[in-house]
């Protein structure tokens, strides 16, 4: 599965982005889609998962700012992202769990998306 990270960019604190992740193959193997926040000098962290079903989860630091979302139809994942801090810059990466037609577990990762919120 290829994955294509968008929408990231420059925004004031208590502003709002929209980040979108792309699937380019089917999706229907996809059985979780997260998107993990790495800040500079820190290690990757995971923000907010959907799963096929539509269940959520969000990190404690991101609940009730950040809603994870998805469209089938355009086989896209989406992190509506507002009320943002300085905290949440960095890099912003999609990933995905997928299962194969013999029910191994394959996972992959897009590429980032830069996110700098300034104070």
């Known amino acids: 599965v290829q994955l294509q990270a968008s929408g990231g960019g420059l925004v004031q604190a208590g502003g709002s982005l929209r980040l979108a992740c792309a699937a380019y193959?089917?999706?229907?193997?996809?059985?979780?889609t997260d998107w993990y926040h790495q800040a500079p000098g820190k290690q990757r962290e995971l923000v907010a998962t959907?799963?096929?079903?539509?269940?959520?989860n969000y990190a404690g630091s991101v609940k009730g700012r950040f809603t994870i979302s998805r469209d089938n139809a355009n086989r896209t994942v989406y992190l509506q992202m507002t009320s943002l801090k300085a905290e949440d810059t960095g890099v912003y990466y999609c990933?995905?769990?997928?299962?194969?037609?013999?029910?191994?577990?394959?996972?992959?990762w897009g590429q980032g998306t830069q996110v700098t919120v300034s104070s």
């Open positions: 193959q089917s999706i229907n193997s996809i059985t979780s």
């Open positions: 959907i799963t096929s079903a539509g269940l959520t």
């Open positions: 990933h995905v769990d997928t299962r194969d037609m013999f029910n191994r577990k394959w996972n992959y």
